[in-house]
């Protein structure tokens, strides 16, 4: 079993940045592939971005590319998400998941675990 606790949400004007943080409980977090998922109100959780075990694949959603950027310290066992230029439309409950299907990094089938979220909302 492998917890998951996210944190560094919060409310931020548009054009601003926020570093979300996700902490593992497991010794072999290097052996996860890690991923950035999203609820807006009213909408399905959608994909944000993920990152391979090693650290050397990430993927990002189209809406989000050029503006979040996905980084893990193993050493740590923490996964980040910094998001700059942030938008009214990334308002959202922010999870982070862990998997170990590193083909599907882009697909919540490809992960067994998730957080509890942290909220993250953006003024206009």
């Known amino acids: 079993q492998v917890q998951l606790v996210e944190s560094g949400g919060g409310l931020v004007q548009a054009g601003g940045s926020l570093r979300l943080s996700c902490a593992a409980s497991?010794?072999?977090?290097?052996?996860?592939?890690m991923g950035w998922f999203r609820q807006g109100p009213r909408k399905e959780r959608e994909f944000v971005a993920g990152i391979s075990w090693t650290g050397g694949r990430t993927v990002y959603a189209d809406s989000v590319r050029g503006r979040f950027t996905i980084s893990r310290d193993n050493a740590k066992n923490t996964v980040y998400l910094q998001m700059v230029s942030l938008k009214p439309e990334d308002t959202a409950v922010y999870y982070c998941?862990?998997?170990?299907?590193?083909?599907?990094?882009?697909?919540?089938?490809?992960?067994?675990?998730w957080g509890q979220g942290t909220q993250v909302t953006v003024s206009s």
């Open positions: 998941a862990a998997g170990q299907r590193s083909l599907l990094l882009h697909d919540e089938r490809g992960y067994d675990y």
């Open positions: 497991t010794p072999f977090f290097g052996s996860y592939g």
